[in-house]
């Protein structure tokens, strides 16, 4: 390395960078107008994949219904692979993105993969199934994977790593955004038009992006370099899948040993297990699981597969609560699932700055504390519990936690690394962070569906309503109730007036309904309370970045976060 680099290295510039003469180590480290111009094309890149999520998440509930064979709802555990496909398919690609990137170029890359969203946005919006929805779902996951990795990467080489935090908040922008506009939006969009257009606003978005990226990303030359591990894509991948249908089908099938739930669930995990064995073996992984051997990486990725288990399958179920239980409009679900985002609005911004001079091992565990809370006071909800005096303030308080967590955690981790180990240590935990998402939803669905499904008066009373729907002869409704014990039961109570019996069955199905809510908070409070373990062993002293250690002028390794 020649002297000038050294002196560039040594002030925390990285030695890929070309600075003008002019410049000086104060001027480098400001976040100037060029990397806030690439820093646009990112953010508005990940508001799409993140609003998508989220969007996704208050209208379920009317998917249960759209695609409804029979006139019966769908089970909430088939509605929610609707997320699962879309995080599932975000997992697959991750890994293929850096190595696409070397070979093609990351503006090129970065174009082909808002073109592949936006198409896989307007399919989704023509589908006619539940399955052809989740099929369109999984081509939109798999464009939506690539932006924030290609973002970051094209973000990370514009500013260099001195700037990591200050940049963490600038990619904070759609995380906060994600969780207050998307069920405001996806809810307005839903109530005063139709599902559908909770795909096809990609479009419009998707063509400004794409002519914004084209114009502001600064040209690149693709350097192919080492070889795709198909052989680990094509074990970890299709298992993930399997192993995850499988456990989605256990409200159905009602039992683990079913053949529908333990071949997929037992084969899923024997193609896991044989991907871990096998990916000690190339000397370049779909996956390098030796990067473990990283302490900090090690406990900041069990932090995060737990957080994101425990915080997104806990957080999807909230707008459903509010449709199912309360009787809201997908519109007002949508604003009262906002104070989260506005807690979250609050702390990440601050988390971004004082990660860099405070270490996270003092910064984390506060933020799952919070969530901690907020959880467990989610366990005591009921059909009537107040929004301002209790819902709204717990929901603002798990999102002060959220922000105070997710990016000091991927920080910390990656702090631990030199140079040539970033980009895989980022793919690393962008994996572990889209697995355990989709693990987390696809936990609290089955959680949810089983509760649902066991409830005798929930479970009655959507029998009884399809029952009801063909009698036009009002003698032959206490035939019917017969059928229906639960049901009887609650109605007797009003004797002859029919419309209070009806109003009361509705109260009575939302307060067992809540019940059932609330115990599945529980698993996602219990799972949070897990991660802190792992959180209470994170470095509680200054890290030392070893992010420029062993690079080169032209090898300043991108991060690759999402």
Known sequence: M???QQSASANGIPTGAHLPDSATPATAERIDAAVLRVAAVVVLGAIMSILDITVVNVALP???????GGGEPLAYSTVAWTVTAYT???ATVIP???WAADRFGTKRLYMMALTLFTIGSTLCAMAGSIEQLIGCRVLQGLGGGMLMPLGMTILTRAAGPKRMGRLMAILGIPMLLGPIAGPILGGWLIEHHSWHWIFLINLPIGIVALAYAAWALPKDTPHPSETFDWVGMLMLSPGLALFLYGVSSIPAEGTFFSVKVGVPATLGVVMISAFVLYSFKPAHPLLDLRLFRHRNLTISAITMFLFTLAFFGGLLIVPTYFQQVRGETTTHAGLLMAAQGLGAMVTMPIAGGLVDKIPVGRIVPFGLVAII??????TQIDAHTSYWGYILPVLFVVGMGMGATMMPTMTSALKALTGPEVARGSTLLNITQQVGSSIGVAIISVVLTTGLKNDALVAQARDFAEASK??????QMPGILA????????VARFGHDQVAAQAGLLAAVRDAMATVFAHTFWVSAALVVLTLVPALLMPRKREVSHLLDGTDADEAAPVLLH
């Open 2 to 4: 020649s002297a000038p």
């Open 62 to 68: 009317t998917f249960q219904n759209v695609f409804a």
């Open 88 to 90: 599932l398919a975000l």
């Open 96 to 98: 293929l993105t850096g």
């Open 373 to 378: 809370g907020g959880m467990f006071a989610l």
């Open 470 to 475: 063909h009698v036009s002869d009002p003698a």
């Open 483 to 490: 059928r229906f014990p639960e049901v009887a039961q609650v």
